[in-house]
């Protein structure tokens, strides 16, 4: 049986506990994981810690950090095989889709190196003339990173590159599912060269582990990736020590199809949009929201495409669709089209698990035009299930889009360029995608608003968040201090 590790502090530890890891796609446990608990979290928060202090980093020139990040962005494509099969082994996400995210983290990494010396400062042409004002950039100091079981390497990475690219340090809690790639990637990391301690990777459960993270006083910005629900504590912890927070959460996204669409290329975007990844996705576009003038033809040929999807091992590089990553989410799904079904929402396609071994569930479509009150309309299943609305109007279309309480993605599939203007104002989300879905990129930011979080990851903002804004204030004039009295 495989045994991994935690590192801590530039060092390699078994963690206070083990725990055993399943393979989704067989259900038999394949591997040891260390648990962290509080013990371990102290010792990683601290490490971060005398790393932040210490001159080895906090002396660092910004280029110099930013070479260490090329190097680390070499080392994850010059490794990409073997994280992507951890990745595919421990989660049950098919090696097709690991080994092409994986090979892309690597730019996320090369994006913010090369963005490490152009965080810049700036001077103000202040109201006093006796006085010079600069705005220094700092780091905001020590980062605690929650991250969820699904993409771990990728949503790491938009946390630990612009983290680091700003100088800060990071203690990076892997999810207790699937944290094979993670414990991996920590062996990587300590091979480019980062002075011990500016990056702890640990795992371990929400109770014991992460939440005596997100509590900790020492930390002082947590960047949390998870579920809205387990977004509630992390705030309420880090509420303990006010430290500021960036929340990544779940999605009920919308897919809006209007009638004059290249309805082959939506099909396989939708397909795309809720079937890749088993549909585990928070961006999934888990709401299809399909013109009534071609709703028939539109569901035939998606039902069609839906069940010629290849559903097989995760590592076979012919697989579509494989299991899920526990077992818990097949119940989460057969709970909410029970309750769907019970609202008038009717089963066009799937709807119950493979009888096989391992957490396998099809996918599936659900029309809900005559159950607008169906569950499975504003819960997210994290699974391959869609539902599916109709409209008349354009007007219409967006207000079933907006009727939601999360807010991260939204597609919209028109030829008509004023229309799709016109969505793309109207939509509220993060993100909008027109003839096109599930595309991302370093350059881009990415995150949501209401359930679906605050905050962005991607992009040049990103850096600056993981940043201060020190004001320091120089008098130029030799002359005595005027008044004491009065503010100047
Ligand atoms: P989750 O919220 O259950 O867990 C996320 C992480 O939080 C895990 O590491 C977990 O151990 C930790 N955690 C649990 N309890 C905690 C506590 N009390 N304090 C601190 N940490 C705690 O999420 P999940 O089920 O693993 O992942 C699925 C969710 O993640 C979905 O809602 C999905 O939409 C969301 N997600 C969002 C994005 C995004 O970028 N917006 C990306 C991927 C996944």
Not at 274 to 283: H, L, N, P
């Amino acid at each position: 049986m495989q045994q991994f590790q935690q590192y801590i502090g530039g060092g390699f530890s078994d963690g206070s506990a083990r725990f055993e890891s399943r393979d989704p796609a067989t259900g038999s446990v394949w591997a040891m994981m260390p648990e962290a608990k509080s013990a371990d979290v102290n010792a990683a928060v601290d490490a971060a810690e005398a790393a932040f202090l210490a001159p080895e980093w906090a002396g660092m020139t910004a280029t110099a950090r930013g070479k260490l990040l090329y190097r680390l962005a070499d080392l994850v494509a010059e490794n990409a095989q073997i994280l992507a099969q951890l990745e595919t082994r421990d989660t049950g996400k098919i090696i097709r889709e690991t080994s092409a995210q994986i090979a892309y983290v690597a730019e996320y990494y090369r994006y913010y190196a090369g963005l490490a010396d152009k965080i810049e400062g700036a001077h103000l042409p202040i109201d006093k003339p006796d006085m010079e004002v600069w705005l220094r950039r700092e780091p905001v100091g020590i980062v605690a990173a929650v991250v969820p079981w699904n993409s771990q390497l990728f949503l790491s990475a938009v946390k630990i590159a612009p983290a680091l690219a700003a100088g800060c340090t990071v203690v990076l809690k892997a999810s207790e599912d699937g944290p094979a790639p993670m414990l991996e990637f920590a062996r990587i990391f300590d091979q480019a060269g980062f002075p011990a301690g500016v990056l702890n990777v640990i795992t371990g459960f929400g109770p014991e582990c992460g939440a005596v993270l997100t509590s900790h006083p020492k930390v002082d910005h947590v960047a949390f990736t998870g579920g809205p629900d387990t977004a509630r504590h992390v705030v309420r912890n880090s509420a303990e020590n006010l430290a500021s927070t960036s929340l990544e959460l779940g999605g009920k996204s919308p897919f809006i199809v209007f009638e004059d669409a290249d309805i082959e290329s939506a099909v396989n975007a939708q397909i795309s949009g809720i079937f890749a990844a088993s549909g585990q996705s928070c961006v999934a576009g888990s709401r299809l929201i399909i013109s009534n003038k071609i709703k028939d033809a539109f569901l035939t040929r998606l039902t069609e495409k839906a069940e010629s999807v290849v559903i097989g091992s995760p590592d076979d590089m012919a697989t579509e669709v494989g299991p899920l990553c526990t077992e818990g989410q097949i119940r989460t799904a057969v709970d909410l089209i029970a309750a769907s079904d019970a609202a008038g929402a009717k089963v066009i396609t799937g709807g119950a698990p493979l009888d096989r071994d391992g957490n396998y569930f099809p996918p599936t479509v659900i029309d809900c035009s005559e159950a607008p009150n169906a569950p499975c309309l504003t819960n997210e299943f994290f699974g391959p299930v869609l539902s599916v609305l109709s409209f008349d109007s354009e007007a219409e279309a967006l207000q079933l889009a907006n009727d939601t309480k999360f807010g991260l993605a939204s597609g919209v599939f028109t030829k008509d360029l004023t229309r799709a203007h016109r969505m793309m104002r109207g939509l509220r989300a993060g993100i909008v995608w027109v003839n096109t879905y599930r595309a991302v990129s370093p350059i881009a930011p990415f995150g949501g608003h209401g359930l679906s979080g605050y905050g962005r990851e991607g992009g040049l903002q990103s850096a600056l968040d993981y940043t201060k804004v020190k004001a320091v204030w120089l008098r130029t004039s030799d002359d005595p201090i005027p008044d004491p009295f009065v503010m100047r």
